[in-house]
């Protein structure tokens, strides 16, 4: 692909649905569209004609703010020798453990 | 079946008449987006044109194949397959070749906008259950239709030089098939008699109220309704677009007419 026609793309919009009421959303993919409507619509075209959810979001990816692989040190090391902020040292009474 | 008369004597001819009127419109609009797959202006848009192919051809399978119970008929692929072009009732608007981009959409939204009013009063009307069931199906997937088609007049009409020059050629060119929309002949009144279907001449101030005001907001001149209109289909006189259609979309079935699928 040349220079000009990667120039003339679409802009990036990150796709997030929602499974059922209630449910937090999830990202599902990326989509290319002009602007926000046309981006909602290709989404629906793109990751829900299965019934896949009931809501949509769509965010300009240029707008999301990602950690890089640099930080995963100081990001996600740490709790590697925490595992006090895990509730495993309860014993979970045997009628809740059947329920979950 | 009969050519060039084809008004129905009974009910039941009546409501098959109605049936394969919409159906064959929506079979044919149907192939003519899915000449769009693999050629989209861009991947996602591809994806949304087939989409809606999808939609249209379903929706005509499920009417061929109310029509075909109807009638008696065992096999509703006949409806699809085995008729020529001077059988098929579509109007010409949806048998038009595919033209570019802003051609595709002029016409999926001049259609839309008709098949939104056509459903929704007729989903008032229509007393027979299975057909009226089937008629709110599609009626929620039309609001889709139109609600793709519309954006994209948008933004065709008021987007670059070449968009909005191509979008316009687009609906000054459609202009003179628009009128069969509003054809009504002697089988939509016995139809409409039975409650099987709704007077489209009815529906033309809100179909042009929606169009008039969607094109001024896209910037584009609306096309002179004082001009030759084109009729005739829906009683078997087509363009000569409709043959090399139909001959692509046949051509199998009839060269191996006892194929199955395994």
């Known amino acids: 692909m040349s220079e000009k026609s990667q120039n003339t793309e679409w802009p990036l919009w990150e796709v997030f649905y929602q499974p059922k009421d209630g449910k937090p959303f999830e990202h599902a993919g990326n989509v290319h569209a002009p602007d926000s409507e046309m981006a909602l619509q290709n989404a629906r075209d793109t990751y829900a004609r299965r019934n896949e959810g009931i809501g949509i979001w769509v965010v300009p990816t240029d707008q999301i703010t990602a950690s890089t692989p640099e930080d995963q040190g100081p990001f996600f090391d740490p709790a590697n020798d925490k595992p006090y902020r895990h509730p495993q040292f309860y014993s979970v009474p045997r009628v809740v453990k059947k329920r979950t | ?31 003519r987006l899915s000449e769009w797959t693999g050629h989209g202006p861009e991947l996602e848009e591809d994806l949304a044109l087939a989409n809606v192919a999808l939609d249209m051809i379903g929706h005509a399978a499920s009417l061929y194949s109310y029509a075909a119970e109807l009638e008696g008929n065992e ?64 009626l929620k997937e039309i609001k889709y239709h139109l609600r793709h088609s519309r954006e994209w007049v948008l933004r065709l009409g008021d987007g670059t030089d070449e968009s909005h020059q191509r979008i316009q050629e687009a609906f000054d060119e459609i202009w003179m098939y628009t009128g069969e929309l509003f054809d009504k002949d002697d089988a939509d009144d016995i139809a409409i008699k039975h409650k099987l279907y709704v007077d489209v001449t009815s529906l033309k101030p809100e179909w042009k109220k929606i169009v008039d005001e969607t094109l001024e907001e896209a910037t584009i001149e609306i096309p002179d309704d004082d001009q030759f209109m084109y009729s005739g289909s829906r009683k078997g006189r087509h363009t000569e677009h409709l043959g090399p259609l139909l001959a692509q979309m046949q051509f199998l079935r009839r060269s191996q007419p006892d194929a199955e699928w395994k």
């Open chain 2, 75 to 138: 096999d509703e692929d006949y409806y699809a397959y085995f008729r020529d072009d001077i059988d098929f009732k579509n109007i010409a608007m949806v048998e038009l070749p595919r033209g570019d981009f802003a051609f595709t959409i002029a016409r999926q939204f001049l259609f839309s906008i008709f098949s939104y009013f056509l459903y929704f009063e007729l989903v008032k009307t229509v007393e027979d259950e299975q057909f009226n069931g089937m008629l709110r199906k599609h």
């Open chain 2, 1 to 31: 079946m009969s050519t060039f008369d084809t008004t129905p004597e009974t009910k039941q001819d009546a409501i098959v008449e109605v049936m394969l009127r919409l159906a064959d419109d929506r079979l044919i609009h149907g192939h």
